[in-house]
């Protein structure tokens, strides 16, 4: 009788061969990390996607069979033509399979119809746009950290049963703002709260007082936040020092992340609550990946985006492995969709037929100095919200729901 171990070690070497005379387009598997390196979303993303990116090749080995697998970046400066164009190159003449990460929803629309039409892969760690599994869904992405629903659901569910009940809205002026606005609203809504006014700011926005004053003088119980990045904390900082939280109103995080916490120090942020999908201290296999990312870059704890970029990143090349091949994108993305995942930042999990990545959302709340015990020890955990109830159900608007 073949024991076990005999058994795997024959299945892995019959991988190992398949994969070595697999269809590769050019004998080597690159992939795409594209993204703010340098803006308003660098932190949160930025080099440390990269970084992610790589733990999760060096994980898988670094090659299927003899085939080499290579990551390149790509600045795509959160404007869409020079995003589109630097992937349409990549894809067109520079040999990249699959492009990851892409912050910037209007960019990851974008990209979503050309990697369709080249029939190549994307990633999508670092956009929260639902239409990425609405309308705008397609058998060649996959989305994949959290989308506008969840962090509506879970942040504005906490703070409307507190009791806070009129909402105004301070938003970015493109895609992801607009979506985050219209999630949390319907939220409100339902919930018997109401939308009492809405003001729009352009991306990467340095004064924020006259949105300020209008969300102050609305007399909101929540002045909400749909923004992120520098545009979340300048909102914060700017908001502190007109003395608005003191007065009363609560500020609502809907897009708040780790590095925007750092950024902002416990002072300004203690006590706002917030929700991801991931966090560095949450358990022993968090803390694990953790430690590999900070050893490579600085010391610095992942934020849920470039856990994102590792556990998306590890799941396409087991899905690469299993077709033997990456010239056929909608196969891999099809074999995505069949296989669980498994890694340290999520655990495990599973794709849904639009695309969408699914696991727990948990909320948290910001520590104040004295919780604090080290400079990364910024959250406290008070929710879960169980995989299946994350995520908004499936939309009919997709193309792929009901195939």
């Not at 733990?55 to 990551?71: H, L, T």
């Not at 600045?75 to 033509?81: L, V």
């Not at 060649?140 to 879970?154: E, F, G």
């Not at 950024?263 to 990946?289: C, H, M, Q, V």
Request: glycine share 10%.
């Amino acid at each position: 009788m073949v024991s076990r171990t005999a058994a795997l070690a024959a299945g892995l070497l019959a991988l190992s061969v398949q994969s070595s005379r697999a269809e590769f387009s050019d004998g080597v598997l690159r992939i795409g990390v594209l993204n703010d390196q340098s803006g308003i979303y660098a932190d949160m993303a930025g080099p440390g996607s990269v970084v992610a990116a790589q733990i999760a090749v060096d994980e898988f080995g670094g090659k299927i069979g003899n085939v080499p697998i290579e990551i390149v970046r790509g600045d795509h400066q959160n404007k869409s033509d020079i995003g589109l164009t630097m992937a349409r190159k990549w894809l067109d003449t520079e040999g990249v399979d699959m492009i990851a990460d892409i912050p910037n929803s209007s960019i990851s629309l974008a990209i979503v119809n050309l990697v369709r039409d080249k029939n190549k892969v994307a990633v999508i760690t670092t956009s929260n746009s639902n239409r990425l599994t609405g309308d705008a869904c397609s058998p060649n992405h996959v989305h994949w950290t959290l989308d506008n629903y969840s962090l509506a659901k879970s942040t504005g569910s906490a703070v409307l049963k507190s009791g806070a009940k009129s909402w105004f809205f301070i938003t970015a002026d493109y895609a992801f703002g607009h979506d985050m606005e219209r999630e949390a609203g319907e939220i409100v809504k339902k919930a018997g709260g109401a939308v009492i006014g809405a003001v729009r700011h352009p991306l990467n926005s340095s004064d924020f007082s006259s949105y300020l004053l209008q969300a102050q003088s609305s007399k909101a119980d929540v002045i909400a936040l749909a923004n992120s990045g520098s545009d979340f904390t300048n909102s914060v900082k700017q908001a502190t020092e007109f003395g608005i939280p003191q007065g009363g109103q609560r500020i609502a995080g809907l897009a708040m992340y780790l590095t925007d916490v750092k950024s902002l120090g416990l002072n300004s942020g203690k006590g706002i609550y917030l929700s991801e999908p991931f966090y560095w201290d949450l358990n022993d296999d968090t803390r694990a990946f953790a430690k590999k990312f900070g050893e490579r870059h600085g010391g610095a704890m992942p934020t849920s985006f470039q856990a994102g970029v590792y556990s998306g990143v590890l799941h396409y090349l087991k899905a690469v492995a299993a077709v033997g091949g990456d010239t056929d994108g909608r196969a891999i993305v099809a074999r995505m969709k069949e296989l669980p995942t498994k890694d340290l930042a999520f655990g495990q999990g599973s794709v849904r037929v639009d695309g969408r990545k699914l696991h727990p959302m948990y909320l948290f709340r910001v520590k104040s100095p004295e919780q604090s015990k080290a400079p990364w020890d910024l959250y406290e955990k008070v929710g879960e919200t169980a995989a299946a109830e994350t995520f908004k159900p499936l939309d009919p608007a997709c193309s792929l729901v009901g195939k």
